[in-house]
């Protein structure tokens, strides 16, 4: 498809208490109907709404974190997690929870991919179309 | 609007969906459907059960392609065509299933 | 493919302007809005600091009626960084294939 453009959600805060990273969620699931070129980005405090195991019953919130291992089913595959940021913060891979797609095999791959700031910035770089978040 | 089940009131949001999801139960999808003029057969749990799956996994109301897609895997290719799902549920299967399995309406139904 | 990042928040308040410039690449634009623009100051010598050694690859930019709302006269404003006006901002954008917003 020749229109077809690179759009990369870019997400930088935590979960819960601002509704932006819901809001992205809900815009990605609703622009997979276009058939685009899609990537997510994570970075800053936004590296906090891949942690795994996330219980949001106490806060009296829905518990969205479950729509990202959803993402393959609407061809999103591509996320893209910024190492600096986990670090930062403490964190590492281990401490996030697992994303896959299938290709057309059937076959599940993994979805996450760790990157350094240098290539989260060419990767921004080489967008048609970036969304904030 | 809501629904009258066994002498209660559930509520329901003005499309019909369900605003509290613990109350659905196989009884209440049964008055749901009637409201929906749609008749409950095998098939029909079939989908509304797979629908019921996938939201207790991921929290969330699949879009059509994505239910098609889905069913595809799990219960072969002739029970996942469009076709298929639209003459069980006439007025789109995302949109009818859902409200009958109790779900929101889902999202990036457009 | 040159990006225009803007930055609407105050760097003493979080860190959106610290990430914008760490993810700028040579020949990007960043543009300080709305509440960032009290980073902007010559005198805040941390966030000073972070533009000037932003600025041989990138480009600084800050709005000016941002700036005179909050009572910050442009001779203030970091030496290299340029001021400029809504056409300015319209420019700007015009000028790159895209824009982004560090929020």
Same mark, same amino acid.
């Given at each position: 498809m020749s229109d077809t453009k690179r759009f990369l959600y870019v997400n930088r805060k935590a979960p819960h208490g601002t509704i932006y990273a819901l809001e992205s969620l809900e815009v990605v699931l609703i622009g997979a109907a276009f058939e685009q070129d899609v990537s997510l980005a994570f970075l800053d405090d936004g590296v906090f709404q891949l942690i795994k195991k996330q219980a949001t019953t106490g806060i009296g919130v829905?518990?969205?974190?479950?729509v990202y291992r959803a993402l393959g089913d609407y061809d999103v595959k591509k996320i893209f997690v910024e190492r600096e940021s986990l670090e930062e913060r403490g964190l590492s891979e281990d401490d996030l929870m697992e994303i896959v797609h299938e290709d057309d095999e059937e076959e599940e791959h993994n979805s996450i991919e760790i990157v350094d700031r240098a290539r989260m910035a060419e990767i921004m770089a080489a967008q048609d179309v970036i969304l904030s978040f | 609007m809501g629904y009258q089940w066994n002498g209660q009131e559930i509520a329901a949001d003005e499309e019909g969906y369900l605003t509290d999801l613990s109350q659905w139960n196989p009884e209440l999808a049964l008055l749901i459907a009637e409201d929906e003029k749609v008749a409950m057969t095998d098939e029909h749990w079939e989908v509304v059960n797979f629908l019921r799956e996938y939201y207790d996994e991921y929290q969330i109301a699949p879009a059509i392609r994505v239910l098609t897609k889905a069913l595809k895997k799990k219960l072969g290719e002739e029970k996942s065509t469009n076709k298929y799902l639209y003459d069980l549920f006439p007025y789109g299967p995302a949109k009818q299933a859902c409200k009958i399995a109790g779900l929101p309406k889902p999202t990036g139904c457009v | 493919m040159s990006t225009l990042h803007t930055v609407n928040k105050s760097p003493f308040e979080r860190g959106s302007l610290a990430s914008a410039l760490a993810h700028a690449l040579p020949g990007d634009a960043v543009l300080l809005i709305e509440d960032a #623009? #009290?980073?902007?100051?010559?005198?805040?010598s941390k966030t000073a600091e972070m533009m000037k050694a932003a600025m041989p690859a990138c480009s600084l930019y800050v709005l000016g009626p941002d700036l005179s709302a909050r009572g910050i006269?442009?001779?203030? #404003? #970091?030496?290299g960084v340029t001021v400029v006006d809504y056409p300015g901002f319209v420019d700007l954008v015009a000028g790159h294939d895209k824009t982004q917003a560090w929020l």
């Open positions: 829905k518990n969205f974190a479950p | - | #623009v #009290v980073g902007a100051r010559a005198a805040a006269p442009s001779t203030d #404003v #970091v030496e």
